[in-house]
């Protein structure tokens, strides 16, 4: 697929980084083009609760005139409402912070601009990063689901609005909206990426990603949110070897549907020459419940702010979830990090055989409806043991939505994951 | 010591928390008594960089008037000024920040508010919690430093102004000040506190914790601050057996100064029947090393805005933190991180022959100057490891300003570290 064919606000952001950094591309026209884009679509979508088309027009043209800022030059990104941003309001999606305006960009946020990229706007977050869905439609069928909770980053993407953007994921709050809305979503190590500046939920679980159209963009924005150039690295995806991949039903397996279990096939039989199957330790049959309980107990312990004073501005989920939280003693979370921690150790060793694990996203397809975001289940369990995953869409569903799979990597070799996933997203969509 | 013939302001925590719930002592009487020591000594020691007395008195009428809320009712606490605050600005010792007014509390500080704790004021960070010291001064020596970061909040318990207050330790900004200021000081398990809310500079290494007069003072905030009833149970403390102490001088030993050395000396000496000398793994001889450096990496990352916006309000040393960070690669980052996860894997080992090790707080007693907040050499491994901490305070150096040494417990086994501590501790007063 050549750049020339494409209309500009479809753009993959690799493609475009050298046409903008030689000039070839306008900063301001590929602004415009999003900006356009969103126009058009943005009654339908809902991915915003807030642009900044201006101050991204100024920060274009400026951009233009200058030198080249770094990996993210020129590229339109949005952020979920979850990050702070010194020029926009951001509001957590929640009645309680309505119309605040914080003093300081997130680190993150931050980290983007600096290496060159142009904030377009904020997206749509559930309600504090949780179960409550905010406005955002499925871009390929907008009585289905978008996923969340950083529901407005992936559609806002996978509608061609915006090449990057930005999001959290405590449960399934990346891979799951990735899969839904059919892009790259992408979820580094456990803190890898700075967190100042967003809305804390759990420490032991939060951790900052983003979304993009391929493999190689969701890397860009990688190594500038780790700071570890290998990500981005063109050498990392050019010559990159076949991966040993251990395929991974994980134990929750039987709850996936048949769009899954059919793009479980299909990548079975692109990869068999690569793939050999793998079994998880069996103690790990208990981590989907140590991680709802591990969120429930730090949910409630970091919302006591909002639950001791404005209870009544909490959704019934969000305030059940609390209640759930308060319930779990103090000892059973200190046993419940011991298991973490120890599932963590033990983690290591799945990587002796193999660079990378295949597993489910989803259940299936994005949900018809708009009242929930669709289960987190296949991503409990990773986001608990703090292992890079990026999700890669591949197939369709029943309904013609779209269906993917999860590569999840070492702890740390975020690098070598996204090499990995590169070549496989190559293989499943050829 | 019987409480009666202790003067209010000087009242311990724990002794105040029955008379309180008794209504046998006035919870009004108790923020007036912390009031009037403020009022009498603030002008020399500076602990405070707002004062919220007032609400503060309101709160208490509340208090007296109502049932009890929890395990702090009716006890004052000070907050570090790197905590948010709904009803106090919070400016994280930082002429960027001047001024700013939170929407909300830390989780921690509502935590501390809905067990009954009456918020005082606000008190003395260095800047953004780094070595640039706030104008804090030692109580028991106006000419010395009070440590840092958490400077007003040592200084504050030192000097009787509040039985307890918030902290929060990267390197060594707990055990630090509570060593120079002579109180107990409790850095908990890395994420057993919720962190929300507060300023963030390092994923890895941030912990909240806090100050008391006494270990079982500590443990009544630990027990709210994690959520743990464990830590404040009373037979904890009644039936403490006698710990299995190691004797650990750390790979920094010979950095220690005369006060330090004969501290330990007298420390060996009265806990000989119980403790045993203990050798760390010598891969450990790299953790300072590494500390320092993941520190540096982070701090420069999570204070991204401040750098690109406002250099020129941040001072010299923290620029200074900040370059370093910068200059390290994600690369090496990522190696650090592989050996910290590995060195906590390892730290578990430690406690098979051991319930607590006994490990060097800082060099000696607080250095004369104002100009430093001292080193936080023999804090950095411990923190980078994660494991929970107390420091004891019992003894004095050459100027007569307190010195003594911490204890270090298993990971996650803070309410067996306490029980150790409490007994430890009055075996060095005897």
């Known amino acids: 697929m050549s750049a020339t064919f494409t209309p500009l606000h479809r753009l993959e952001a690799w493609q475009a980084v050298p046409l903008l950094a030689r000039r070839e591309l306008s900063a301001v026209d590929l602004v415009r083009a999003c900006l ?34 770094g990996l993210l030059h020129g590229l339109p990104f949005g952020v979920k409402d979850l990050f702070d941003t010194f020029d926009l309001p951001t509001a957590y999606g929640s009645p309680i912070y309505a119309g605040r305006q914080p003093p300081a960009d997130a680190a993150a946020v931050a980290l983007c601009r600096e290496a060159g990229a142009v904030l377009l706007g904020k997206t749509v977050t559930t309600e504090l990063a949780n179960m409550f869905p905010g406005a955002t439609r499925n871009p390929h069928h907008l009585a289905h689901t978008p996923g969340g909770s950083s529901s407005g ?80 690295d063109p050498a990392n995806f050019e010559q990159a070897a076949a991966p040993r991949i251990g395929l991974c039903r994980t134990f929750e397996w039987a709850q996936a549907g048949d769009d899954t279990q059919q793009a479980w096939a299909q990548a079975e ?25 591990v969120q429930a107990f730090e949910t409630a312990r970091s919302l006591s702010h909002e639950r001791l004073r404005y209870r009544e501005l909490l959704s019934a989920p969000l305030q059940a979830l609390i209640t759930d939280g308060l319930a779990i003693s103090g000892e059973t979370h200190a046993r419940n990090l011991r298991a973490t921690a120890s599932a963590r150790q033990q983690a290591q060793a799945l990587f002796d055989q193999h660079d990378v694990l295949l597993a489910p996203s989803t259940l299936g397809e994005a949900p018809r409806g708009l009242d929930s975001t669709g ?56």
Chains 1, 2 share one sequence.
């Open 153 to 232: 980053s992936a559609a806002a993407v996978a509608d061609g609005m915006l090449p990057l953007s930005l999001g959290t994921q405590t449960a399934g709050s990346l891979i799951r909206p990735a899969a839904f809305c059919g892009v790259v979503g992408y979820k580094p190590t456990h803190n890898r990426v700075p967190k100042a500046g967003v809305k804390s939920l759990s420490e032991t679980l939060d951790t900052v990603g983003g979304f993009a159209r391929s493999v190689r963009d969701v890397a860009l924005l990688g190594a500038v949110l780790t700071g570890d150039a290998r990500l981005a």
């Open 36 to 69: 356009d884009r969103i126009a058009e679509r943005e009654a339908q979508v809902q991915a915003f609760v807030q642009l900044g088309a201006d101050a991204a027009l100024a920060t274009a043209l400026e951009l233009e005139a200058g030198p080249v800022r």
């Open 375 to 430: 289960d987190p289940l296949f991503c409990r369990s990773w986001t608990l043991l703090g292992l890079p995953c990026v999700h890669l869409p591949f197939a369709r569903g029943r309904y013609g939505l779209p269906v993917g799979l999860q590569l999840v990597g070492a702890p740390g070799d975020d690098h070598r994951l996204l090499a990995a996933a590169h070549w496989v997203h190559q293989r499943l969509r050829s």
């Open 269 to 293: 039989k692109a990869l068999a020459d690569h793939a050999t199957p793998l079994t998880l330790p069996v103690p790990w049959r208990g981590l989907v419940r140590v991680q709802k309980e």
